[in-house]
Structure formats: C-alpha cells, structure tokens
C-alpha cells in the first residue's frame, strides 16, 4: 500500500478526531459488509422510498411495533389520507381507529397529525436535519430516515438494530455514540452508505438479535464479535 495513502488516512483520522476505531488494514472489510448483506437478503428497498411524506410519517408509525404491522397499517392511512394536508384535517378519532393495532396507537395517531400539520403549513417536507427535527415526532433517527430514504441522501440512520451490530462487527467501540456510529460507516462506504441502515436492520432481525446465530451469519468471518 503506497506509504502516500497511509498518510493521508492517519491525518483524516487526526483531523476528524473521531471516537471509533480507525481500521487501518480492516477498511476494505467493512466495506464489504453492505455488499455480503446484499447478496444475502436482496437489492429489496424499504416502503416508500421516494415519497418523503410517507416516509416521514411510517417512520412515526414504525415505533415499537413490527414492520408487518406498522405498512399494512401505513397503507389504510395514506389510502385515506393521501397528502398532508388531508391528514392535518383529520379527526383525531378516525386516525385512531386506523391506528388502534399499532403500538403507542393513542400518541402516534396525535403525532401523524401534529406532523402533518407542519408539513401542510411549510408546503413541502424539509430536506435538512435541522428543520426536520421541529416536527413534532421526528428525533435523530426518523430525520435520517427521511433524509436517506425520502430524498436519496447520503446519512446513515442509527436504530438498535444498527447500534448493535455495528459495535459487534467493531467498526465502533462498545461506548460508541450515535453520531460516531454514523460516521464510521460514513467513512468506509461509498455513495450507497445510506443503505446500511436497510440491511443492518434486516440482519438484526433474522440473525443478529439479543442471542447473534454467528454460524448463519455471512459477516461471521469478518465479525470482531465485539461484545458478544
């Protein structure tokens, strides 16, 4: 490896003072995360992607409750509810009714609303971290979500899912916050990083959960194990 790229990386790591590991010889490892999880559960993408409306308000919906029951869900929503100013409009109790199998039904029905509100107000869905965080409902994770899946940008959303996995492969330190996670895999993934969120999450949920199945996994090899 030329002694000019060493470098260049050693200072990029001074530079952004960065709290996770700087993987040296590693590097090119977990970039071929995202490529392996591909090729393992498919180039599927999730709901909505393209419509920053639909996203944004699965993304409220989404919270403690499954993905087989937060879209069907989504779908009798946006069904009745197709922009967001229909759904500003919307009585409270016709939203909960639609809402009633989801988790937290009663706060997210108030929140779709309260949200939709805003964004009929504005005229469009905001396309900065900054303004999407004055949403009612929206945190850190649903703005990326947002961000990466309404609008194509390129930010990484961290979840439990994404938290957990990424300090068990050792991209990350086990106190990690957030914001680093973020970045690590910012650093090692091209202009796809924002798909990582995708695939982490659906290798959480069928592998890599509380009790990791490491032999079924096809990151096993290359897994710091970190944790575990």
């Known amino acids: 490896m030329p002694s000019f790229f060493l470098f260049n990386k050693r200072i990029l790591c001074d530079i952004l003072k960065m709290n996770f590991v700087c993987m040296g010889g590693n590097m090119g490892n977990y970039a071929e995360v995202l490529n392996r999880l591909k090729q393992s559960f498919g180039a599927t993408f999730p709901f909505y992607e393209g419509n920053p ?39 409270l109790e016709d939203v909960q009714n639609i809402l009633r199998h989801l988790g937290l039904w009663r706060e997210k029905s108030k929140r779709v609303i309260d949200a939709a509100k805003v964004i009929c107000e504005l005229g469009y869905v905001p396309d900065t971290f900054e303004e999407l965080t004055k949403i009612p409902g929206i945190g850190r994770k649903c703005a990326h979500i947002v961000l990466a899946y309404g609008f194509g940008k390129r930010v990484v959303a961290v979840d439990t899912h994404v938290r957990r996995i990424s300090k068990r492969l050792g991209i990350v330190p086990l106190d990690a916050k957030d914001e680093d996670i973020e970045q690590a895999w910012l650093s090692v993934l091209g202009d796809d990083a924002k798909d990582i969120n995708h695939y982490l999450v659906a290798l959480g949920r069928k592998l890599c959960g509380r009790t990791p199945k490491c032999s079924e996994c096809p990151l096993n090899d290359i897994c710091k194990k970190q944790g575990v």
């Open 53 to 91: 409306y639909r996203v944004l308000i699965s993304c409220i919906l989404s919270a403690r409750s499954r993905d087989e029951r937060t879209y069907p869900t989504a779908d009798r929503l946006f069904e009745k509810y197709p922009q967001p100013c229909h759904l500003a409009e919307a009585k």
